[in-house]
């Protein structure tokens, strides 16, 4: 049984930055090609970055230039690294992983929150 677990979020002021983490456990789930999500209220969910089957780093084009998406293997952990955070960052943001690069993303997290005031 795949099992993501998400952490690092909180409150911060506009122009911080946070850490979040997940880190995965159980078998099936392709570590490799992971990524990071986010729903604020009233809207739809958002991919916020994921790493792809060639190592690159993919970004949705609100966070382009300020989040940073990373793994270390060794710990099975997926960061996301987010610098000059924006009030319109705000959301819970989930990790997510699938078991081949090429497939839906079918294993979430429960999510952590973010607020960013101004």
């Known amino acids: 049984q795949v099992q993501l677990v998400e952490a690092g979020g909180g409150s911060v002021q506009a122009g911080g930055s946070l850490r979040l983490s997940c880190v995965g456990s159980g078998y099936g789930y392709n570590r490799n090609c992971m990524g990071w999500f986010r729903r604020a209220p009233g809207k739809e969910r958002e991919m916020v970055g994921y790493?792809?089957?060639?190592?690159?780093?993919i970004y949705g084009g609100p966070v382009k230039g300020r989040f940073t998406v990373s793994k270390d293997n060794a710990k099975n952990t997926l960061y996301l690294q987010m610098n000059n955070l924006k009030p319109e960052d705000t959301a819970m943001y989930y990790c997510?992983?699938?078991?081949?690069?090429?497939?839906?993303?079918?294993?979430w997290g429960q999510g952590t929150q973010v607020t960013v005031s101004s």
């Open positions: 997510a992983a699938r078991d081949n690069c090429f497939g839906p993303y079918n294993y």
């Open positions: 790493l792809d089957n060639y190592g690159n780093s």
